[in-house]
């Protein structure tokens, strides 16, 4: 079946501009997760959605970054204002749930790839 | 200092070598141990996790905890050139507002040459 897609695949962006990123989970999952990946870096946590709500937010850098989830499915990543330090491949993943080994089976998608000039 | 730390490489093998990767860790309430391929401009996949302490085996892929020295393993035999790729560990607790809060090392990038 379809796996984890994400959208766009690459993004170049102005400083100070404001950027939406797009995951599309595999259907069924109701777990999603984002994580930013910078070069030489492991994988950040930044945000997860159990259906629609977020109950933890602390991984997020800062109050530029926003993340919504609508129907238990699609989520949008929002960065208002970018920096340069946002460049990053940011990358979503879906799981069946949480607890357990539903939280740890991760399928992550190829992740945006995003550069700030 | 981070929680999980992982020598970024890069390793080289020739093929059919043993490739040997590692992890130490310092968060003491990590139950879930976890190793993720990820090839290049691709998302991480799933190879193996482990519950607690022990080893597990998979095919040609091993995994190794010891929570007393706070240190995990992942053994690849017999390595083959579409091994070639970065691998992460990961790790995870048990209580509820950890769930799905994975923490990743750094990644060491593997090349199984020929």
């Known amino acids: 079946g379809a796996g984890v897609s994400q959208s766009p695949s690459n993004k170049v962006t102005e400083k100070g501009k404001d950027v939406e990123l797009r995951c599309d989970p595999i259907s069924g999952h109701t777990a999603l997760y984002w994580y930013r990946q910078s070069l030489g870096q492991g994988l950040e946590f930044l945000i997860y959605f159990q259906g629609n709500s977020a109950p933890d937010k602390s991984g997020l850098p800062s109050d530029r970054f926003s993340a919504e989830r609508t129907g238990g499915s699609v989520s949008t990543l929002t960065i208002q204002r970018t920096q340069q330090e946002d460049s990053a491949v940011y990358l979503c993943?879906?799981?069946?749930?949480?607890?357990?080994?539903?939280?740890?089976?991760?399928?992550f998608g190829p992740g945006t790839r995003l550069t700030v000039t | 200092q981070k929680e999980v730390e992982q020598d970024p490489g890069p390793l080289s093998v020739p093929e059919g070598a043993i490739v040997s990767l590692n992890c130490t860790y310092s968060n003491s309430a990590f139950q879930y141990f976890m190793w993720y391929r990820q090839y290049s401009r691709k998302g991480p996949e799933l190879l193996m996790y482990?519950?607690?302490?022990g080893n597990k085996e998979d095919g040609r892929f091993t995994a190794q905890v010891d929570k007393s020295s706070k240190y995990i393993s992942l053994f690849i035999r017999d390595s083959q050139p579409s091994d070639s790729a970065t691998y992460l560990c990961?790790?995870?607790?048990?209580?509820?507002?950890?769930?799905?809060?994975?923490?990743f090392g750094a990644g060491t990038q593997v090349v199984v040459t020929p």
């Open positions: 993943a879906s799981s069946m749930g949480r607890g357990g080994r539903s939280s740890y089976e991760q399928y």
């Open positions: 482990t519950y607690s302490s």
């Open positions: 990961a790790m995870s607790g048990v209580f509820t507002d950890s769930w799905g809060k994975l923490q």
